[in-house]
């Protein structure tokens, strides 16, 4: 099974700054197979980057993927309010699919 | 519009069974890989099972495997997941996802139904 681990557990920042999520995987991931998800108090996850670096369909372009191999990172350009939430990275490139145990956006 | 409902969750003993159904409508069910994701209260995203990339196997996570079962009925455009020998760390709010788009990954979310697992 593939183990991901991300940083910060906890990022606190202000809106309009710039925001930086890191994913990192146990062993390597196809680029092809890893998700990023942002989740809200009380919502299901929504999918924001597919492919690593892919956005989905409606997702701002503030929103960007990057990485390779064993390290992911998601960067969010330009904080707005409605971006405060948790954010996973998930593979799904193996058998068994898993989900880093996520990265909570806070405001400052 | 795709919607997908999940229904059957409730409060059940351990050692005990439930099944969880996910309603579907706005595409053609048989033509789309599903899966289960579940959340514990307060924490993180779990995979549960899900079809293969190329639809021609069920997976399911260590946690489960020989306890939970995955199907569906494409008739009633539906998925199921039959859940025995429960414990309490099964309790969770499970979500089925639907892999939609070109993309591979989770496209669209379900809201969930909650599973308490306790005496």
């Known amino acids: 099974e593939i183990v991901l681990t991300q940083s910060p557990g906890t990022l606190s920042l202000s809106p309009g700054e710039r925001a930086t999520l890191s994913c990192r995987a146990s062993?390597?991931?196809?680029?092809?197979?890893l998700a990023w998800y942002q989740q809200k108090p009380g919502q299901a996850p929504r999918l924001l980057i597919y492919?690593?670096?892919y956005r989905a369909t409606g997702i701002p372009d503030r929103f960007s993927g990057s990485g390779s191999g064993t390290d992911f990172s998601l960067t969010i350009s330009r904080l707005e309010p409605e971006d405060f939430a948790v954010y996973y990275c998930?593979?799904?490139?193996?058998?068994?699919?898993?989900f880093g145990q996520g990265t909570r956006l806070e405001i400052k | 519009e795709v919607q997908l409902v999940e229904s059957g969750g409730g409060l059940v003993q351990p050692g005990r069974s439930l099944r969880l159904s996910c309603a579907t409508s706005?595409?053609?069910?048989?033509?789309?890989?599903m899966h289960w994701v579940r959340q514990a209260p307060g924490k993180g995203l779990e995979w549960v099972s899900g079809?293969?990339?190329?639809?021609?196997?069920?997976g399911y996570a260590d946690s489960v495997k020989g306890r939970f079962t995955m199907s569906r009925d494409n008739a009633k455009n539906s998925l199921y997941l039959q859940m025995n020998s429960l414990r309490g760390e099964d309790t969770a709010l499970y979500y089925c996802?639907?892999?939609?788009?070109?993309?591979?990954?989770?496209?669209?979310w379900g809201q969930g139904t909650m599973v308490t697992v306790s005496s």
């Open positions: 996802a639907l892999v939609y788009g070109d993309t591979n990954a989770f496209d669209i």
């Open positions: 706005g595409f053609t069910f048989d033509d789309y890989a």
């Open positions: 079809d293969s990339w190329n639809r021609r196997h069920i």
């Open positions: 062993q390597s991931v196809s680029s092809s197979f």
């Open positions: 492919g690593a670096s």
């Open positions: 998930q593979q799904y490139g193996s058998s068994s699919i898993t």
